[in-house]
Structures are given as C-alpha cells and as structure tokens.
C-alpha cells in the first residue's frame, strides 16, 4: 500500500504506485481538470510522476505561485517550438523563467523584429490547440550530444557538454518538438492557455560573456487567465506613465548623463523634494531619540579587511591608491605596494569607530547613530536605472547597538517607526520578509542560530505578519526585509532592519557591563527609506509626479489673467510665501489656460489665479491640480488653508 498524507492532513491509501495525474483524478473531478503538477515532499514535479512509497504530496494547479511559474515555463518552450517552426534553422539556447514572464535567447542570421511577433503568437496559440502531450525522457550523454549536433543545435551539444559526468539528461518532447530541459513541464501544451504576449527584442551575448556570440532575446508574459494578462498590461501601460526619468525631464527635476554614469544631477526642483524628505525623516530620527554623525568618504582597506567587506564587495568598491607624500618640487609618487584607499559602500565600519572612541557603558545603551551617508558602489554600466539603480547613493542609514536583551524592543520600536514613515509617506500595505542566513556567511552557525532566533522573536513581538526567505540574509546575519505596495500595485523592498553577531566581534567594539567586565554589544543595521534617490524615484512614480503639497518643488503658482493684475499677484505672493509656501509667478503675457494647462503639466499642486476682479475683493481663484473647477476664497483663508495643508506630517 502507498500511503498520501494531502496538505489538509487527509490520507488517500492506494494499493501499488499511483501518478500525480490519478492522484489529483481520485479527490475530485475538478482538481483533476485543474492540476498542473505535484509537489512530493516539497519538490515540484510531472503529474505523470510515479509515486510509489509513502510520500506528502499537493496537487500544483495556476492558483500557485508554483502554478504560474510552469505556465511561464511552458510559454518559453511553446514560444521556441513556434519559432522554430516559422523560421527554421534557428537555434534555441537557454529560456528561463523571469519576473512575471519569461525569455528566449535565439541563434538566427536574420534579425527578428517586433513585426514577427505577431505571427509567433498565433503559431504559439495553435500549438495550445493542438493539445501536444509532454512527454519527459531520459537520454544517454553521448546520445543527446550525437542529437544536438546533428540537428545543428550546437548551443544545446555545448550545454550538455558542460554538464557533470553522471547528471542525468533530461529531454521534454512536446509533439515532434523536443528541447533539453531539467523539467517539470505541464501534461500538455493545451494546459497552457493563451493568456500570453510577446512583449520585447533584446540582444544577449551566449553565456552572458561579451566575447562570445551576439543572440536575439525574446521577452514575453504569461498569466493564469485573460484577466491577469489584461491587468498586467495595463499596468506597464501605466508605468510607463508614471517612468521617474520621463516624469523627471517635465517636472525638471533631475537629469543623468554619460560622464558621470550612476550618479544624479538635481536640480533646484529636485533638490527641493530631496530636501524636504530628508527634513522629515531627521525629524523623525531626532523624535525616536538618534544621533546624527558625519563620517569620511574614504576609508583605509584595512577597515574593510578587518570587517569582512573587503572579501565580499571587493569589486563592487572604487578603490585608490593612497599617494607617497612628497616635497613640493616633486610630483606625488606610488611605491611598488601602495597602501589602498576605498570609497564607502556602506557606513557600518565607519560607525563603529566613532563608538569605540569612547569607553561605553551598559548605561549607554542603546545609542541609536544615524547618518545620511553618501556611499559609492560600482554596480554594473547595464544595470543602472535612473534613480532606482546608482552608484553614488545617500541611505538614510542608521546603526543601533545595544544588549542582547533589548534587541526585540529596539527591532519593535523600529517596526513601529517605519510603519508610521511608510503612512506618512503614502504607502499603507506592507510585507515582511525575514532573510535567513546565505551560503557564503562571516560567523560561526551557533551565532547565526541565536542572531535569526533572536530577530524571529522580535518580528513577533511586534505583530507582524511575516514570510521566511532561506538564504537571503546579509552576509554577517540574518533581516528583515520591508517590502511597501505602491498605487498601481508593485512592490518595493526599502527599510531592512539586520542583526548583526559578528561586525563588533571583528572590529572589537565592547562596553562595560554591570559585572565590570568587557562585552560584546548587538549592531542592528538599519534603514528605512533605503537610499534616497531611489525612493524620491518610487515617490515619483507612485503619485504619478502629483507630490503631496509638502513635497511638492513648488507648492504653489500665483497666475495674473492680465498684466493689470501683476501688482496684486506680486502681493499674493509674499502672502504666500510668508506663510512658509514654496511660491512661484507667472505674469507672462499669455492666456491663463494656457498657464494653467502649463502648470498642471508640471505638476504643481495648486495655482492661484489673480485678476483685477479678485485685487478689488482681496481674494484669489483657486485650482487644484486635477480638478474641474476652482475655489474663490479670500487671500487670508487661502494662505492659511494651503499652509496648512503644506505642513509635514507630525507637524
């Protein structure tokens, strides 16, 4: 007997082996229709999977996250039967799953171009049709190889080639169609769908390697049903509204060029939103009972030695030689060894040098130091976006050391805090994300035990809902990781809270306790908004570049409907701006709905629009961005209610 516990702890008893397509048959005709796959013993695999000893085993239908990834997984293989088909003599090399979708990377003379796109769509649809079984065998080494090579499928010999002595050769046939793949794979084609787009070309060198061969990507998407493919669609319809660099240029808020790759030149405009965010957040920083500390940019390697970054994010540093001082005749010169200098990646070495400057007591803790620290990381040319992917990069960093004793209620007090920022900010739906420990790590596992028992403790102190990550914390302990929702659905990982062991034990930083003895304090690493450019770019995008008044560059612009009104609109301005607003004029000679149809563009929050019939009375017509119609209100009130409503939260 074959004994199935399912995830509701039932048991189903079968008298021989049973596959995971009768498994699914015998509890229901709809799960049947529905399934996609199995998981037995927590591993994904065919339906047509023998089961043939006791096992704990789930039926995969498109409601999983397993689910879609198959779908996407098929749709890659579906897409390269099609091309194939269409354009023979084309080879097919790697198609993974992505994000939301999936790629192809191509071997083909001829360019594809988006007008193909079409034609592979509807050859992928009647493959759908056609309902090809998917069929999984396993092929000799030699076999496969011998195959490849006589197909004229040289990437898929060389794959093979570089597989170790003894991995089993997996091939997935789907009508006359067959690929190398290590599976798992839908029971056929028709399981798929049709809730699929080709969405982009790119190019892609073979093994991602510049020296080696140029191939053709293709980008696609692939959803459960029409409905998700329709709502994905529009929302990069959406994004592409909302791109922080197209939203940056109108609003003239920043700009990016090629001699300084990875780093932002802001604007009077950009600065400002720059400006007030940091405000707030010190604000806040100083209400939660931090210090604010300044440390250098350059850093002798030996910090980063004795750290362990120095190992870890050695090539992601910019690194200098540090010069031989030399008389004022002569030119400074490098010995044959010089001493190396790096440009900060991160502040945590940096903060533990100003606490040992100091003998610290237990009484001194927790001592919570912040920094808005300007750092430097060489992230790759292709991988740099906007404000969201940099090289120079300011977080608003802080570092928290404390007893061991009181990191569940300094990691709650943080929680707390970076909800309340998140609300002030606009964000109010959050997942939390406990990272644990990676494969390359600095620290003993018992240290590592203590450190990821000791955040789980807190992260429930605190009620909140949260999701383990294996693998994924930092290299010298285990986080949190806060992932907030913006407006048009996507999701952005800014505040992480770290635990960390090991840092103080490295960099030897103590403090005296009540037994007079030296020990070790706890560091928790954190940050809420991450770095700043990049959450001024998510801010962007999320309002759609409709800043809260508070934010807003320019809060408010004051438009004459003729020239006789400039001296009052001079006048409604310094009312404004004595009232602490971010004011600008507009007394051109133009009609004012081309000035309002200007400034709306712009984003400005509000334009108060003067003419002589409002100098009489003392008043000003109000438009708010987005709205139809205007507000007459007296010069006073309206000062007073924009102020108001300028004010930073907490104010």
């Known amino acids: 007997m074959v004994a199935i516990t399912l995830p509701d702890g039932n048991v189903r008893s079968f008298p021989g082996s049973v596959t995971g397509a009768a498994l699914a048959a015998d509890i ?9 796959a199995i998981r037995l013993n927590g591993e994904i695999t065919d339906l047509a999977t023998e089961i043939s000893e006791d096992a704990n085993v789930s039926i995969v239908t498109a409601q999983d996250d397993d689910g879609i990834e198959l779908l996407r997984h098929d749709a890659a293989h579906v897409m390269a039967e099609a091309v194939q088909e269409l354009f023979p003599n084309t080879q097919v090399t790697i198609g993974p799953v992505i994000e939301n979708g999936f790629f192809y990377d191509f071997a083909r ?28 065998e396993v092929w000799g080494r030699d076999e496969a190889i011998q195959y490849f090579n006589d197909a004229g499928e040289e990437y898929k010999a060389e794959i093979i080639e570089g597989l170790p002595q003894g991995e089993e050769i997996r091939i997935y046939k789907q009508g006359n169609w067959l690929d190398l793949c290590r599976g798992p794979h839908l029971p056929s084609t028709g399981k798929l769908g049709k809730a699929f787009k080709l969405m982009k070309l790119a190019g892609a060198y073979w093994r991602g390697d510049h020296r080696n061969e140029m191939l053709q990507r293709i980008y696609g998407t692939c959803w459960a049903s029409e409905k998700q493919l329709k709502a994905h669609l529009l929302m990069i319809e959406e994004a592409e509204k909302r791109d922080h660099r197209k939203l940056g240029r109108e609003m003239d808020l920043f700009h990016m060029q090629e001699e300084a790759q990875g780093s932002v030149f802001w604007h009077p405009k950009g600065y400002t939103i720059w400006l007030a965010l940091e405000s707030y957040i010190r604000k806040r920083l100083v209400g939660a009972g931090y210090v604010e500390v300044k440390t250098p940019q350059l850093l002798d390697s030996t910090f980063w ?3 362990g970054h120095w190992s870890k994010f050695r090539e992601n540093m910019f690194v200098v030689p540090d010069e031989i001082p030399s008389t004022d005749d002569e030119a400074p010169v490098l010995s044959n060894n010089p001493k190396l200098m790096a440009i900060k990646p991160m502040n945590c070495p940096a903060h533990v040098q100003i606490y040992k400057n100091d003998i610290r007591s237990y009484r001194d803790l927790p001592l919570r130091m912040a920094e808005f620290g300007c750092c430097h990381r060489n992230e790759p040319h292709g991988a740099l976006h906007g404000l969201m992917r940099v090289r120079q990069m300011t977080q608003d960093d802080a570092h928290i050391f404390c007893q061991e004793s009181q990191v569940t209620e300094e990691t709650t ?9 998140y609300q002030d900010l606009g ?13 390359v790590r600095a620290g003993e596992d018992a240290t590592w035990d203590r450190a990821e028992a000791a955040l789980e403790a807190a992260v429930q102190a605190a009620n909140l809902d949260y999701e383990i990550t294996p693998g994924e914390g930092a290299f010298y302990g285990p986080k949190l990781e806060f992932h907030l929702k913006d407006a048009i659905g996507r999701t952005w990982q800014c505040g992480t809270i770290q635990l960390d062991f090991v840092l103080p034990e490295r960099l ?3 403090y005296v306790g009540p037994d007079g003895n030296k020990h070790r304090p706890v560091m928790l690493h954190r940050a809420i908004l991450g770095s700043l450019e990049r959450f001024i770019g998510i801010l962007i995008e999320n309002y759609a570049g409709k800043l809260p008044l508070w934010l807003a560059p320019v809060q408010v612009v004051v438009a004459t409907i003729t020239s006789d009104a400039d001296a009052y609109g001079t006048e409604v301005a310094q009312a404004l701006e004595a009232k602490g607003l971010r004011v600008e004029t507009d007394f051109r000679n133009e009609k004012i709905n081309y000035k309002v149809r200007e400034h709306s563009r712009a984003k400005v929050p509000a334009i108060a629009v003067v003419g002589l019939k409002e100098a009489e009375v003392q008043s000003v017509a109000l438009r708010r961005l987005g709205g139809k119609t205007q507000e007459i209100l007296a010069l006073t009130v309206a000062a007073d209610t924009l102020a108001s409503e300028a004010a930073m939260p907490g104010s």
């Open 427 to 439: 964000f109010d739906e959050l997942e939390v994300k406990l990272a644990t420990r990676p494969e």
């Open 508 to 510: 030897d930083a103590s």
């Open 413 to 421: 007090a943080f929680c707390a805090l970076l909800e309340s920022v």
């Open 109 to 136: 003379d001829k360019p594809f171009s988006l007008d193909d796109f079409e034609k592979i769509e509807r050859r992928m649809a009647e493959i759908v049709d056609r309902d090809e079984e998917i069929v999984r």
């Open 305 to 307: 030695e004795q750290s």
């Open 28 to 36: 229901g005709p709809g799960l049947a229709k529905a399934a996609l």
